[in-house]
């Protein structure tokens, strides 16, 4: 294909004028000498007013008020508790006596009123807490004043305190202390006859006289005991005797058991010269016969101390049951004689139950008398908060107000905001004229119908845009991207047929479908176009180009575009019809501008919205994966969009808003 070349008027930046950068410069001073004039005064006059300012300091004290017992739970009690102190705080009579305390001097408040403006009572939010404050220019005072408050206001508490209890209580005390003698009465009567009676314990079981008896009772019926073990323990000394085994003694259980070790021991030895040598042989030796005679006198001694042993056994026994039987017999004589003494002192002792009654109902009644006083107590402390200095004012280190150092900022930050406004205004009623646009002429390469290039008729804009600012690039290979103004500049600039070339790219259409379509494959009334070929789909028209073709529909076989003998226009001669469009809106870098450019802009534009790469497909139809990954760069950081999540209308395409009534 032969190309050939036409020159087209394109406009550029101004050219280089002396005199208009020296007016700019001399602009650009007086700009700096207004902000600095501007800044300087205002600095100036906002730190005098600053620094001008007398120091207020602040000295606070905080108290606690528990108003569970005076409020019903919950924020609206506590603030309710919160409020009648802050009246009490707050009373005439309670401010002229901390004033009169106070005494006058420089720093204090001359009058009740003033005092009641220096001072102040708030309640900090969710807390049962109330702050006390005092604002003044004498720290030292202020915290004496607080302090003074805080003193005057507890003892009026208390004395009002005082002064209900006094009256409320004096029938309630008297009763109790009635009650108090009564009881001290008969209780020292009740001590007096148990002193009369021998009456020990309010148990009944417990006294001497009944405790005697109870214990004769206890010592028969072990001497009972004891004489039936003593029977039993004579009975089974007679039967072992009889049976021809004595019982031993424990006493002489350790002799025994030593004889009985030593019996053993030479019967052994004797055994043994007996088994060897013969008894004449015995008799003759000294040491044999030595051992046969011991053993003899051992076995001897062991019968002696069992029959005697035994004998004593059956002695003791004896002696025993008779001493049991003994005192059964005495302690038998003592519980008849004690029946008579336990019957007097059942009487007296019932007298004194009947004292020990009368003394317990006194002691309930007056117990009741101090749960009423004490109830009528709580009940009027229940009446008044509770109040509590969790701290008291001291004196202030640091002015309360004002701040100096963030004023000061703020003054001169303020300074500096005026002088930027100033200059401002200077550029927005006061700007300098505009020079002169230059003309430039620029050789573009432009596709004829046929073979070579067409020449383009050539025009000067009268305005021209600013050059297309370098967006974001995805390869060298792919299109230029247009900005909205390069577009709307574009359609400002379009014959019709162009402008409906202009905008079916930003339908979704490529630069073969747009070249293909005829008004059968438009349908009007729905504003739908259906794209033919291998990636046959349907797609919404803008409103915009769907008003702008339904005035301009031809038969259904005609193509869109057509020449003068009604042929089609290939897609080379729409790129001509778009490559004047752009001419003649004055957009820079204008070879770089045509359909495939127009068709990126606008999938760039979906993309940088959010949407989903893979929904791409749904517009353009039938494309290779490796070309729709190239537009991630333009993807925003977040999870991909929906085509339905998203707005397909490129904004240039819109109907331009109604002018507000």
Request: net charge neutral; hydrophobic share 45%; charged share 25%.
């Amino acid at each position: 294909m032969s190309r050939v070349f036409a020159s087209i008027p394109v406009p550029e930046r101004l050219a280089h004028d002396p005199a208009a950068e020296a007016e700019a410069a001399a602009e650009r001073r007086r700009r700096r000498l207004l902000f600095a004039a501007v800044f300087v005064v205002g600095s100036v006059v906002g730190l005098a007013y600053t620094f001008a300012r007398p120091a207020q300091y602040r000295s606070e004290a905080t108290l606690r008020v528990d108003a569970s017992t005076t409020a019903p739970a919950g924020a609206d009690g506590a603030e309710r508790a919160a409020a009648v102190e802050r009246e009490l705080l707050s009373d005439h009579e309670l401010l002229k006596t901390v004033l009169e305390r106070v005494g006058s001097g420089p720093g204090v408040p001359a009058s009740v009123v003033a005092l009641g403006e220096a001072l102040s009572v708030q309640r900090v939010e969710d807390t049962g807490l109330l702050r006390l404050a005092a604002v003044g220019d004498d720290p030292r005072r202020l915290a004496r004043l607080v302090n003074t408050w805080l003193d005057v206001y507890r003892e009026r508490q208390v004395a009002s305190r005082d002064a209900e209890a006094a009256a409320a209580d004096g029938e309630l005390q008297r009763q109790l202390a009635a009650l108090e003698q009564q009881v001290t009465e008969r209780r020292a009567a009740l001590e007096r006859f148990r002193e009369a009676n021998d009456i020990s314990s309010l148990q009944r079981d417990e006294n001497q006289v009944l405790a005697r008896l109870k214990g004769l009772n206890e010592a028969l019926a072990k001497a009972t005991q004891t004489s039936v073990d003593a029977r039993a323990r004579l009975g089974a000394v007679r039967d072992a005797e009889a049976r021809g085994q004595p019982l031993v003694r424990e006493q002489d259980r350790a002799t025994l058991a030593t004889l009985q070790r030593q019996a053993g021991t030479l019967r052994a030895q004797v055994e043994t010269y007996r088994n060897k040598y013969t008894p004449q042989y015995i008799a003759i030796n000294p040491e044999m016969a030595h051992a046969v005679r011991d053993l003899d006198e051992v076995e001897k001694e062991i019968r002696r101390l069992t029959q005697s042993s035994a004998q004593a056994q059956l002695i003791e026994a004896e002696q025993n049951l008779a001493a049991a039987r003994a005192a059964e017999a005495d302690l038998q004589a003592q519980i008849g004689a004690q029946k008579t003494t336990v019957a007097r002192f059942s009487a007296r002792f019932a007298e004194h139950e009947a004292l020990q009654k009368e003394l317990e109902q006194l002691e309930t009644l007056l117990r009741d008398t101090r749960t009423r006083l004490a109830q009528a107590q709580v009940d009027r402390d229940g009446r008044f908060a509770r109040v509590g200095i969790v701290s008291r004012a001291f004196v202030p280190d640091a002015p309360f107000y004002p701040h100096y150092g963030r004023d000061a900022v703020l003054s001169v930050v303020a300074a500096a905001l005026l002088g930027l406004l100033a200059v401002a205004l200077r550029r927005l009623f006061v700007a300098p004229p505009a020079p002169a646009p230059t003309t430039l002429t620029q050789l573009i390469a432009v596709a004829a119908p046929g073979a070579g290039m067409l020449p383009l008729p050539g025009a000067t804009a009268a305005a021209a845009l600013p050059a297309a600012p370098d967006l974001p690039r995805l390869g060298q290979a792919l299109p230029r991207e247009l900005t909205l103004l390069e577009v709307r500049a574009l359609l400002d600039a379009a014959d019709e047929p162009t402008r409906w070339l202009v905008m079916l790219p930003f339908c979704g259409l490529s630069r073969d479908e747009v070249a293909s379509l005829s008004w059968q494959h438009l349908d009007l009334d729905a504003g739908r176009v259906r794209v033919p070929g291998r990636g046959e789909r349907v797609l919404a028209l803008p409103a915009l180009l769907a008003t702008a073709l339904r005035a301009a529909a031809g038969p259904a076989a005609a193509p869109l575009w057509a020449d003068a003998d009604g042929q089609p226009l290939d897609a080379a001669e729409l790129e001509a019809m778009l490559a004047c469009a752009v001419c003649d809106a004055g957009l820079s870098r204008p070879a770089e501008i045509g359909l495939d450019a127009l068709h990126h802009s606008y999938l760039a534009f979906l993309v940088r919205q959010g949407l989903r790469l893979s929904e791409l497909r749904r517009l353009v139809g039938a494309t290779s994966s490796a070309r729709l990954a190239g537009y991630g760069v333009l993807s925003p950081p977040m999870p991909g969009l929906a085509l339905e999540q998203i707005d397909t209308t490129y904004p240039a395409l819109r109907p331009p808003a109604l002018p507000a009534a």
